[in-house]
Every structure is written in structure tokens, then in C-alpha cells.
């Protein structure tokens, strides 16, 4: 008497005689999975994948499955396509840099505002509400007619490069994505405080905040900090020296805010370094950034 023919337990029209290992149904060479011993089923594999616990940094994010700094890629990219914009569209830089309060005139010059306004003249500006400047000047630069031209956007990217990946791959995406907005969003910051009548573009920011977290996170790994230290030298040293031509204040405010963003994923006791915890403390930065620009406006606009 012959044995009846055993089938895949998803293909039914496929005879077999291979069993996962797992659950001990059979299955075709499309449902194999190879296993540490035989072979396991999709769905055995897949049950088994969710319950591994994902290995987490010692900052709290996920480690990438994979070495490709996916968010400094894309971060990038925006900053390079929005360069083309700006070049290809005239008035992209006013529209959308980072400016404080200014008076403009119906021909577009630009009068420092005291608290007044005039026929004619009209407030622009966050001052006047347009808080996205905050950000999306962080992904302008400046045009290559001016003095320092589209170096400004290859030497932002190329710090980008070399620091973004380090610390992204230590931080995880989420984080180190979140590291880089709120450093790009403290250094507009400081540029509202200290010269909101000043036009501000440009990602350095953003990389000094991630040349901070570099620092933080070096110390906190134990690295040897002789390099670490030359290398923040020389950037406090270009912070200087470029304040000729571009925005101190938008480098140390993106400085100092990365700087604090990274130290509390850091140093957090073990049982705040929870993606909640860490969420709710982004929130509360934002928060009193949002609370120090309201109060500015307010000292501004005299309301």
C-alpha cells in the first residue's frame, strides 16, 4: 500500500517531503528558509524575527541593519536641490531665508525695523508670523554671485558627509535626524535674538550642532580625545574666522544646541533613554524654542 503523496502546507499543488523544523510542517523549496538546523517555514521565520529583541546604542536608538547613512544621504540631497531652486529661481533666498523683521519697500529694499510701521513699507519676516523661516533657511545657501558663493554649499556638504555619518550611525536615523532639525533650528534662533534684520542661509548650523554631538559622543565612548579635541579646535577656530562672511550666530546657536540634545541622550540615567522619554524631551525643547521666539517677537512688535 503506497504512503500518500504530502504536500505544501501553502502550495498544496506542490508534492514535498522537507519539514520545518520548527512547527514540523512540510514545505516546497519556495517556502524554505535555511536555519542554523534544516530549514524553517515564512511564517516560523518571520514569528521568530519578532520576537528578537532589536540591539539598541548606547544612546537609546536602534542600530541600522545596515552601515548606509540613509538620513545624511537624504539631507543632502534636500540641501543640494534646494540649491538648484534658489539658483534657477530668483528671490528663493528672500522668501524663504532666515530672516527676523525687516521694512520692505514695493521695489523690495530692506529698512531695519524699530517697532514702527509706515505707508508703503511692510513688515516681513518671523516677525511677521512666517516662523517656517526658522527652518528652510537652514537648507539654503548662499547664491554663487556672492563673495563666498557655492563654496559655502560644498564645504557645508562635505562636513555634512563626514560628520553626519559618524553620528548618525551612533545615534540611529530617528534621533540623528531630530539631532540635526533642532540644531538648525537653535542656531535661527540665536540669529533672531541677536540680528533679526539679518538674512541667514545655509546647513552650518545644523553641522556645527553635529560637530558638538561628535565631541559628546567621543567622550562619553572613551575615545581618545587628542584628535577629537584638534578637530573642535579647528572648528570653533573656522566658527571665527567665517563670521566675516557668514552668520557666528547661527553656528553657535546650532552648536550649543546639538551640544545639549546629545549630552541628554548621553548621560540620561538608563531608564530615560526610552524613545518616549527622548521624544517628550525634543517636545520640550521645541517648546521653549518656539516660547523664546514668541517672546522676541513680542519685544520686537512691541504687542
Not at 555619518?165 to 533672531?192: M, N, W
Amino acid at each position: 500500500m503506497e504512503a500518500a503523496a504530502t504536500t505544501c502546507y501553502r502550495h498544496p499543488s506542490y508534492e514535498t517531503y522537507v519539514r520545518c523544523t520548527r512547527c514540523d510542517r512540510y514545505i516546497c523549496p519556495d517556502c524554505m528558509r535555511e536555519a542554523s538546523v534544516g530549514h524553517h517555514c515564512v511564517e516560523c521565520v518571520e514569528e521568530g524575527q519578532r520576537s528578537v529583541r532589536q540591539a539598541r546604542s548606547l544612546f537609546g536608538g536602534a542600530v541600522p541593519s545596515a552601515a548606509t547613512p540613509v538620513v545624511t544621504y537624504v539631507l543632502m540631497a534636500l540641501n543640494i536641490v534646494a540649491y538648484v531652486v534658489e539658483v534657477a529661481r530668483d528671490g528663493t533666498v528672500d522668501r524663504f531665508g532666515m530672516l527676523g523683521a525687516v521694512l520692505v519697500d514695493p521695489s523690495g529694499g530692506q529698512y531695519y525695523y524699530k517697532g514702527e510701521t509706515y505707508p508703503g513699507f511692510e513688515l516681513t519676516g518671523v516677525a511677521d508670523g512666517e516662523w517656517y523661516r526658522l527652518l528652510t533657511g537652514a537648507f539654503l545657501h548662499l547664491p554663487p554671485d556672492a563673495s563666498f558663493g557655492v563654496m559655502h554649499l560644498v564645504f557645508n556638504m562635505l562636513a555634512l558627509w563626514n560628520l553626519g555619518r559618524v553620528v548618525e550611525g551612533q545615534l540611529g536615523r530617528a534621533r540623528y535626524l531630530a539631532l540635526y532639525l533642532l540644531s538648525a533650528l537653535g542656531g535661527s534662533v540665536l540669529v533672531y535674538l541677536v540680528s533679526p534684520e539679518t538674512t541667514a542661509v545655509g546647513a552650518s548650523g545644523a553641522v556645527f550642532g553635529l560637530a558638538a554631538s561628535f565631541y559628546v559622543i567621543s567622550r562619553r565612548l572613551g575615545r581618545d580625545m587628542r584628535a577629537v579635541n584638534r578637530f573642535m579646535a579647528g572648528f570653533l577656530i573656522w566658527m571665527v574666522i567665517s563670521a566675516a562672511f557668514t552668520s557666528w550666530e547661527g553656528h553657535l546657536g546650532g552648536l550649543l544646541t546639538g551640544g545639549l540634545v546629545t549630552y541628554g541622550l548621553a548621560y540620561a540615567p538608563a531608564k530615560l533613554r526610552t524613545s518616549a522619554t527622548q521624544l517628550a524631551g525634543g517636545v520640550v525643547l521645541v517648546v521653549l524654542l518656539a516660547a523664546v521666539v514668541a517672546v522676541r517677537t513680542a519685544a520686537l512688535t512691541g504687542a
